[in-house]
């Protein structure tokens, strides 16, 4: 994919630095914010979580589990009308920046009420699965 406009890059770039404050400072319901409603998440290693709601509990329990930082780097965005697709790489670090996991993600970014929101989340762990 190539990215066919830098504002909308940028657009996206900053909504997921408001992803990664509201992570970083224990902010479930900040992260579960820029979902729509009907959002799905496809965590790596877990089932689809449906909905705002269900959404901003599973970043409540990733938090509960340990992962106190995030970050996102947007790689690439095609933008598709009301659509866009994000390619990025993560990283998860537990207190002290202990490393707990990299990989890849794509976001499918909606435009709603004039606001983009992220409506399918999938997240890919570069981990190895176990044996």
Do not use: C
Not at 42 to 57: C, D, F, H, M, N
Not at 123 to 129: A, G
């Amino acid at each position: 994919m190539e990215a066919l406009s830098t504002d909308i890059t940028d657009d996206i770039r900053s909504l997921n630095l408001k992803f990664i404050t509201a992570f970083n400072h224990g902010d479930a319901a900040g992260v579960a914010a820029l979902y729509t409603i009907t959002a799905l998440l496809l965590p790596a290693g877990s089932y689809t979580v449906k909905g705002r709601e269900a959404i901003g509990q599973y970043w409540q329990s990733e938090m509960n589990r340990g992962v106190k930082e995030m970050t996102l780097e947007t790689v690439d965005v095609e933008l598709l009308e009301q659509t866009a697709i994000e390619l990025g790489k993560y990283s998860l670090k537990a207190e002290g920046g202990q490393p707990l996991d990299t990989g890849k993600y794509m976001v499918v970014w909606k435009k709603e009420n004039g606001a983009w929101k992220m409506q399918k989340d999938i997240w890919n762990s570069n981990q190895p699965q176990p044996d």
